[in-house]
Each structure stands twice: as structure tokens, then as C-alpha cells.
């Protein structure tokens, strides 16, 4: 992955979500139109905090949000969420 040149402000966290699941745990393949939206991502770039908060993630960080969380972005070719932190339910 190349450098973003890129850089969220205050408690923004930009996401590059993870490829939807192809099969299901049984091995049925699942069509494109039948899948879901992705809910995990790798954080890519954080922007520094506000005064009341600090960023609890880091780049690299693989964390689970919400299905409808974010803007959808996207930066060079691939696709990436930006939010804010508060949408992001947990670190895996």
C-alpha cells in the first residue's frame, strides 16, 4: 500500500474496510449483489485529538463500525471510510 497523502482532522479515523466475505462457513459462495457492506477495517491515518479526547487507535489497527458509519471516500484508486472515532465499536 502506498503512502496517503492525507491527514484527518481532530478525532476523524480514515478506514480502508476489509473485502466482503465471498463464502459463507458452509462454503456456499455468496453472490455480489446478495453481499454485505463490510463492518471491519484497517485504520490507514488519525488525526491528532481534540483537547477534551485523545485517539485511542493507531494506524494499523483492525477495528469493527457500524454497518451505516462514515463517508465513504474515494483517494488514489481504492475506497476508504473517514469518521470519527465514537463510530468505532471496538479494536480486534
Not at 44 to 50: E, F, K, L, R, Y
Amino acid at each position: 500500500m502506498s503512502k496517503l497523502n492525507i491527514k484527518p482532522l481532530a478525532d476523524r479515523v480514515l478506514i480502508e474496510p476489509l473485502a466482503a466475505e465471498t463464502k459463507t462457513a458452509s462454503g456456499i459462495i455468496i453472490p455480489d449483489n446478495a453481499k454485505e457492506k463490510p463492518q471491519k477495517g484497517t485504520v490507514v491515518a488519525v488525526g491528532p485529538g481534540t483537547k477534551d479526547e485523545n485517539i485511542t487507535v493507531k494506524v494499523g489497527d483492525t477495528v469493527l463500525y457500524g454497518k451505516f458509519a462514515g463517508t465513504e471516500l474515494k483517494l488514489d484508486g481504492a475506497d476508504y471510510l473517514m469518521m470519527r472515532e465514537s463510530d468505532i465499536l471496538a479494536i480486534v
